[in-house]
């Protein structure tokens, strides 16, 4: 199972939004509405910011939002704060017949 | 509260064996599916294995299968990671992390360990 496809990194000013693509085939993303994206500090274990494509647990700051369009996902992040420089992960579930989960490769987000 | 710690990890030569294990608490084990995900040093994130909340649903990634078997005691709320014929592209640290449904489907990661430390070289 090869790993969703994600840029190896974005950047932004304070304030400004970016967005991060996934990019999957028809056999996860495509096909399951089970995305999810996970945020990652140095050093720090993964932390839950989206999942079901779109929704935010509780706790998750509404500037992160989440959507997909056909194999790709997106990663929307808006009023961009210093806080938010990170790795983010997508993931998808790929079905019961293949390896069931892929992740995304990472992003490094910089914020400028 | 949630809490996930994982234990087990270590050095060892490749072509041996490993147990990790990860003790839950904080929550109603037996209602979850949970997961092993590994990070190699500098890399990302990779999905190991899963399985269902009664073992009944099992999954492995392709780079491990036929070498990892996952299990599960849910009257200890316990998760187990059984490594075998190691190599040192497994060198990674080795989360647990809990689903958020009965089954293995991904549907999030809500919560994670801080993650075992196994490192594979003679």
């Known amino acids: 199972q090869s790993a969703l496809t994600q840029p190896a990194s974005v950047s932004g000013s304070p304030g400004q939004s970016i967005t991060i693509s996934c990019t999957g085939t028809?056999?996860?993303?495509?096909?399951?509405?089970?995305v999810s994206w996970y945020q990652q500090h140095p050093g720090k274990a993964p932390k839950l910011m989206i999942y079901?494509?779109?929704k935010r647990p509780s706790g998750v700051s509404n500037r992160f939002s989440g959507s997909k369009s056909g194999n790709t996902a997106s990663l929307t992040i808006s009023g961009l704060q210093a806080e938010d420089e990170a790795d983010y992960y997508c993931?998808?579930?790929?079905?019961?017949?293949?390896?069931?989960?892929?992740f995304g490769g990472g992003t490094k987000l910089t914020v400028l | 509260e949630v809490q996930l710690v994982e234990s087990g990890g270590g050095l060892v030569q490749p072509g041996r064996s490993l147990r990790l294990s990860c003790a839950a608490s904080?929550?109603?084990?037996?209602?979850?599916?949970m997961h092993w995900v590994r990070q190699a040093p500098g890399k990302g994130l990779e999905w190991v294995s899963g399985?269902?909340?009664?073992?009944?649903?099992?999954g492995y990634a392709d780079s491990v299968k036929g070498r990892f078997t996952i299990s599960r005691d849910n009257a200890k709320n316990s998760l187990y990671l059984q490594m075998n014929s190691l190599r040192a592209e497994d060198t990674a640290l080795y989360y647990c992390?809990?689903?958020?449904?009965?089954?293995?489907?991904?549907?999030?990661?809500?919560?994670w360990g801080q993650g075992t430390l196994v490192t594979v070289s003679s």
């Open positions: 992390a809990k689903d958020s449904v009965k089954w293995v489907a991904a549907r999030s990661f809500d919560y």
């Open positions: 904080g929550f109603t084990f037996d209602d979850y599916a």
């Open positions: 399985i269902s909340w009664n073992s009944g649903s099992i």
């Open positions: 028809s056999s996860d993303v495509g096909s399951y509405n089970l």
């Open positions: 079901e494509v779109s």
């Open positions: 993931c998808s579930y790929a079905g019961s017949s293949t390896s069931h989960v892929v």
